[in-house]
């Protein structure tokens, strides 16, 4: 149970770490109200937790208000560890395929160990293949742009490495108690990535975009590079991802993992049994919380200021404790901050001899070991210490159960109600922000792209005076986008605020301040090149395939259930278009029991639609989604519940716009109102998911999407013809007849046949596009999940007859477990029954307040009783029958399976050396028969798609090279545009497209939000050294500008332009 104290005049929760971060400190949240003119502010806050690590590196966990997974900032000085570190490397498809194999490599060092004799050998398969695709990252590196052929070589080659580790993955699959696991799901996630993976068009893959820097050079050479590597960018929320990482980090610099990281199931029956288990942990906790007069408390303040901004900071429910991560003189300090006591030191060469020296002396003994470890003896348990020496200080090193509970507390910063009301708080803002948005992105690309793009055609070929550069402030704010407007409005703020000096813009100083500071963000240099095609034939076409894509995933990655759920697909559309046929084909099977099913699947089709083929899709949909979740059922189950613990809100948010999209379609089109059953909602649901989604992507992240890019698409599409048709007149009206009419008319001409090459190229891709569904979705379904579902089926039935043993083994251990036998212990009536009193203050408004209580007056009285006299004693009661029902069952299991395993393996004595081995052989040439088939079947598929992929690429630089390059940036003057290069990822583009970044690292300003300070506060703070700039060898971020700059603080409203952050 969670420990709570009196902490600083309000309660905390006590987290007990073993080390305490260097730095712990808050940043603030700030929204905008949706009825201001700062609507769609949204500048999430944050708790931020800071370690030192050897090398000068650091390492920085932040726990965002609005995100339920931490995100780590780890700043190193040592290229080579970045190489280890999870993440999708979208620039290299050979580095992305490491990286990935890796991650499983990563996961089984930290295997419950011993590691099994199956595990060990995916281990050496996965070096195996890491080593041979390494041989494949100069190659890449070697490849044009536009050798097309020898990029499908190189992507044939990589797929044939990933198809030979796939085969010796099932060859050791080839056994009743062991599958393809993690390796096989992620060695078809590579192979997808493979098969889908789009090469640059214009930029050749560079050491960078592999996130190889060890041959990287900074333009400063008095210090070190420090490398920023940002999980945001790299693995965004994936929890599991984020857990790697912290392993990483700990093989890295050599910290004790601690039982939180290590002991890793990789049974993932075991793994539902912890997942439970920590579930019933959490929801006992959070019983306890809710009993507990003593609840901890967030210190939370809100300042509304003038304009409709709000900043609301909020100080942390918990508070952390441990040995203080400071510089310790000598060791014997540092063991006496932790122990209180002063004890001379004992050494000894190994762990397990210190624990033998300590286990005979009083508690504040230590031992020292080699290695910069040590081992103390507190509250009668051993604590192994790890250590690093900097500038002649001791300073002690977290441990990976440090980091974990860090990373916990980032899962659930704020309490359940505080993290719905900002959520919805966030979405409501955004609805007014998305609209401003989209009407000032098109009213830029309108006002400025197209009517330069339009000027330009009309004045090609025609001398023009030459322009002179102007000065900044002598710039037209009138005439500038909505991007550069925003960049100039927030470098005035700035400029006010004293960040910047007078003649500084906004990228200088950001380029000035990281050329400085010798940071350099650890990401790809040359992003993936922009989709091809963005006309709506393309769009709709990728929609198709992305629901497809739901189908193929599912069924591919378990080509067993798959092939039962294509059974069940087809079972549930038979009962209802073809019953009788269906029939006769059952009675021949002698699947009479199924036949039994036919009439209730045609009630549940009535139930959910009406019509033939209505019904029919929905029972054959629901019977596939079913089976689906049933052969993966752990997995849905884990991943379902998390969703609706952490994301509350967002699920409602999206079940509500589904549902709402879903009767709005079936409103527009009275047909689709027909075909609805008695219960529409799961159809209305269904129908609007995905717009549901969609909608909710766009309010979140509005950006060149499917709506916006449609729409900037049409309007393109009529600059092209009025160019065409109305260019000609327009340059005769500046230039004459003859320069100008006939001029007009020949670049109309011109642009015609451009304009009907790219048509024609944008169709024939359409249409090539069209012509590998049938090599890749309706092969997938029809052929390959059929085969290799009834080839892994009949080989996994062969090798359970020949392995009698590993059966037998299996039982006996389950038999043998070491759970608790009786269940009842355990049991307590909750803690959650009595009556409270239903006043109290829930506003700071006096009338909402009084309605709220008169409200909670009527509804409280009726609510507790039905808590005390209904709900709680049903929960008792089914947990009481529950843990009754397993205290009988268990010892009659524990019987059975102990009984039949010791049969298994005595038969097996005989039946495993005899006629097993003949099944065992069979099972491995059935799996050595079929993976020769697929590799043949798929050579040629992949030589097929290679050449169709080929002549698409053709096809596109012939009709489009030259807007390609534009697109990418190599045509662009990057001193005439304001706009970030796209084929190129720059340092100061990071920061400019989100400038809060800039408040997750180390700062020069002795407050840790110095970003916010200046542009929410009435004054600059008092500029100090900080603290850590004397222990990490690092620079900060920010460094201030001349003395003499401008404080001109109150010539500007502080709040005048913060809404554009939420870009």
């Given at each position: 149970m969670a420990i709570?104290?009196?902490?600083?005049?309000?309660?905390?929760?006590?987290?007990?770490?073993?080390?305490?971060?260097?730095?712990?400190?808050?940043?603030?949240?700030?929204?905008?109200?949706?009825?201001?003119?700062?609507?769609?502010?949204?500048?999430?806050?944050?708790?931020?937790?800071?370690?030192?690590?050897?090398?000068?590196?650091?390492?920085?966990?932040?726990?965002?208000?609005?995100?339920?997974?931490?995100?780590?900032?780890?700043?190193?000085?040592?290229?080579?560890?970045?190489?280890?570190?999870?993440?999708?490397?979208?620039?290299?498809?050979?580095?992305?395929?490491?990286?990935?194999?890796?991650?499983y490599r990563i996961r089984s060092d930290f295997y419950a160990q011993p590691r099994s004799i199956e595990q060990l050998a995916k281990y050496q398969l996965t070096t195996t293949c890491i080593k041979r695709l390494q041989s494949l990252l100069a190659k890449e590196r070697a490849l044009n742009p536009h050798d097309w052929e020898g990029q499908e070589k190189?992507?044939?080659?990589?797929?044939?490495?990933?198809?030979?580790?796939?085969?010796?993955?099932?060859?050791?699959?080839?056994?009743?108690?062991?599958?393809?696991?993690?390796?096989?799901?992620?060695?078809?996630?590579?192979?997808?990535?493979?098969?889908?993976?789009?090469?640059?068009?214009?930029?050749?893959?560079?050491?960078?975009?592999?996130?190889?820097?060890?041959?990287?050079?900074?333009?400063?050479?008095?210090?070190?590079?420090?490398?920023?590597?940002?999980?945001?960018?790299?693995?965004?929320?994936?929890?599991?991802?984020?857990?790697?990482?912290?392993?990483?980090?700990?093989?890295?610099?050599?910290?004790?993992?601690?039982?939180?990281?290590?002991?890793?199931?990789?049974?993932?029956?075991?793994?539902?049994?912890?997942?439970?288990?920590?579930?019933?942990?959490?929801?006992?906790?959070?019983?306890?919380?809710?009993?507990?007069?003593?609840?901890?408390?967030?210190?939370?303040?809100?300042?509304?200021?003038?304009?409709?901004?709000?900043?609301?900071?909020?100080?942390?429910?918990?508070?952390?404790?441990?040995?203080?991560?400071?510089?310790?003189?000598?060791?014997?300090?540092?063991?006496?901050?932790?122990?209180?006591?002063?004890?001379?030191?004992l050494e000894a060469e190994t762990a397990e001899e210190a624990i033998r020296l300590l286990g005979t002396r009083a508690d504040g003994n230590w031992v020292k070991l080699p290695h910069n470890q040590l081992v103390v003896r507190l509250h009668n348990e051993m604590l192994k210490i790890n250590y690093f020496e900097s500038s002649g200080l001791y300073y002690p090193l977290p441990t990976g159960d440090d980091l974990s509970s860090l990373s916990e507390l980032a899962k659930g910063p704020l309490f359940l109600p505080e993290r719905i009301s900002l959520q919805f708080k966030a979405f409501l803002s955004r609805v007014p922000a998305f609209f401003i948005y989209l009407y000032n992105s098109l009213k830029d690309y309108i006002g400025n792209d197209l009517y330069n793009d339009f000027n330009n055609h009309i004045n090609a070929g025609h001398p023009q005076p030459e322009e002179s550069d102007t000065e900044d402030g002598g710039e037209d704010l009138g005439n500038k986008t909505f991007t550069e407007h925003f960049h100039t409005t927030l470098q005035e703020i700035l400029r006010n605020r004293g960040l910047l000096s007078n003649d500084q813009t906004l990228e200088e100083f950001i380029e000035t301040q990281i050329r400085e500071s010798n940071y350099v963000i650890v990401r790809e240099e040359h992003p993936p090149s922009p989709q091809a095609y963005d006309d709506p034939l393309h769009r709709a076409l990728s929609v198709a395939r992305h629901l497809a894509a739901f189908f193929v995933d599912a069924s591919e990655r378990h080509p067993i259930t798959g092939t039962l759920a294509a059974a069940a697909y087809f079972y549930g559309a038979g009962a209802i278009i073809a019953p009788k046929v269906l029939t006769s084909i059952l009675a021949k099977l002698h699947l009479n029991g199924l036949i039994a099913g036919i009439g209730p699947t045609q009630d549940f089709g009535r139930w959910m639609s009406h019509g033939m083929l209505s019904e029919a899709l929905s029972a054959a949909t629901t019977y596939w989604q079913g089976m689906i979740l049933a052969g993966n059922f752990d997995q849905f189950l884990i991943q379902a519940i998390d969703i609706l613990k952490d994301d509350p809100a967002e699920v409602a948010?999206?079940?509500?716009?589904?549902?709402?999209?879903?009767?709005?379609?079936?409103?527009?089109?009275?047909?689709?109102?027909?075909?609805?059953?008695?219960?529409?909602?799961?159809?209305?649901?269904?129908?609007?998911?995905?717009?549901?989604?969609?909608?909710?992507?766009?309010?979140?992240?509005?950006?060149?999407?499917?709506?916006?890019?449609?729409?900037?698409?049409?309007?393109?599409?009529?600059?092209?013809?009025?160019?065409?048709?109305?260019?000609?007149?327009?340059?005769?009206?500046?230039?004459?007849?003859?320069?100008g009419l006939l001029s007009g008319l020949k670049k109309s001409w011109n642009l015609l046949l451009r304009t009907g090459k790219q048509i024609f190229a944008g169709l024939a891709d359409l249409s090539l596009a069209i012509a590998t569904i049938p090599f890749q979705e309706m092969a997938s379904l029809l052929i390959h999940v059929p085969f290799r579902g009834l080839t892994n089926m009949l080989s996994k039935t062969l090798a359970t007859i020949g392995n009698w043993d590993a059966l037998g083994e299996v039982l006996i251990d389950f038999a043998t477990r070491p759970d608790s036998w009786n269940y009842l212990t355990g049991f307590r009536l909750s803690p959650l029954y009595g009556f409270y009193s239903p006043f109290g203050t829930y506003s700071q408004n006096s009338i909402i307040n009084s309605v709220a209580n008169w409200a909670m007056a009527i509804f409280s009285p009726p609510f507790q009783l039905m808590k005390n006299l209904v709900v709680l004693p049903l929960i008792d009661i089914t947990s009481l029958c529950i843990r009754i029902a397993l205290s009988i069952l268990n010892p009659i299991t524990r019987a059975l399976t102990y009984t039949a395993g010791k049969l298994l393996t005595t038969a097996a004595i005989v039946w495993d050396n005899s006629i097993g081995i003949v099944f065992r052989l069979a099972a491995r040439g059935v799996t050595l028969g079929a993976n020769w088939i697929d590799n043949k079947v798929g050579h040629f598929k992949h030589d097929l798609l290679g050449k169709i992929q080929v002549l698409r690429r053709q096809l596109y630089h012939w009709a489009f090279e030259d807007e390609d390059l534009a697109l990418h940036g190599v045509l662009q003057n990057k001193k005439a545009s304001n706009h970030p290069i796209t084929g190129i990822n720059e340092d100061k583009q990071y920061f400019l497209d989100n400038p809060v970044r800039t408040e997750h690292l180390p700062h020069e300003h002795n407050s840790t939000h110095c970003m916010f300070e200046a542009l929410l506060g009435d004054r600059l703070p008092v500029i100090t050294a900080d603290e850590s700039a004397r222990h990490s060898h690092h620079p900060s971020l920010f460094h201030t500008s001349s003395p003499g700059r401008s404080r001109r603080a109150s010539a500007i409203n502080p709040t005048s332009s913060i809404s554009e952050f939420s870009l």
């Open positions: 709570v104290q009196l902490i600083n005049g309000r309660l905390q929760t006590v987290i007990q770490l073993q080390v305490h971060p260097y730095q712990h400190t808050p940043t603030p949240t700030i929204t905008g109200s949706a009825t201001s003119g700062q609507a769609g502010t949204v500048l999430y806050g944050s708790y931020n937790t800071d370690y030192l690590l050897p090398g000068g590196d650091r390492l920085r966990l932040i726990a965002n208000h609005d995100k339920n997974t931490v995100q780590i900032l780890l700043l190193s000085h040592a290229p080579e560890k970045l190489k280890q570190l999870p993440g999708t490397r979208c620039a290299s498809i050979v580095a992305n395929a490491i990286s990935l194999l890796n991650r190189l992507r044939q080659d990589l797929i044939n490495i990933l198809e030979d580790c796939r085969d010796g993955n099932r060859l050791i699959a080839n056994n009743p108690v062991v599958s393809e696991g993690d390796l096989g799901s992620i060695l078809y996630d590579i192979c997808k990535f493979a098969h889908h993976y789009e090469f640059n068009r214009v930029h050749p893959v560079s050491r960078l975009d592999q996130l190889d820097f060890s041959q990287h050079v900074t333009d400063n050479s008095e210090l070190p590079p420090c490398y920023v590597w940002d999980s945001e960018l790299h693995i965004g929320n994936d929890e599991a991802a984020i857990e790697d990482t912290l392993r990483v980090i700990c093989q890295l610099y050599g910290l004790e993992a601690g039982s939180q990281l290590s002991n890793i199931p990789a049974n993932r029956f075991k793994r539902v049994q912890v997942f439970f288990s920590k579930l019933w942990q959490n929801c006992q906790d959070l019983v306890n919380h809710l009993a507990s007069p003593k609840k901890p408390e967030h210190a939370s303040e809100t300042i509304i200021q003038t304009g409709g901004i709000s900043i609301t900071k909020i100080k942390p429910y918990y508070h952390l404790k441990g040995l203080q991560q400071n510089g310790y003189p000598d060791l014997n300090t540092m063991v006496k901050a932790l122990t209180k006591a002063r004890y001379l030191p948010i999206v079940i509500s716009l589904a549902i709402a999209m879903g009767w709005s379609l079936c409103k527009i089109f009275p047909s689709l109102q027909e075909e609805m059953g008695e219960f529409p909602y799961i159809n209305y649901a269904f129908l609007g998911a995905k717009q549901g989604v969609a909608i909710n992507d766009t309010l979140k992240y509005p950006g060149n999407d499917w709506f916006l890019g449609t729409i900037k698409w049409l309007l393109r599409c009529g600059m092209i013809l009025g160019k065409m048709l109305i260019g000609p007149f327009i340059e005769a009206y500046h230039y004459g007849f003859k320069d």
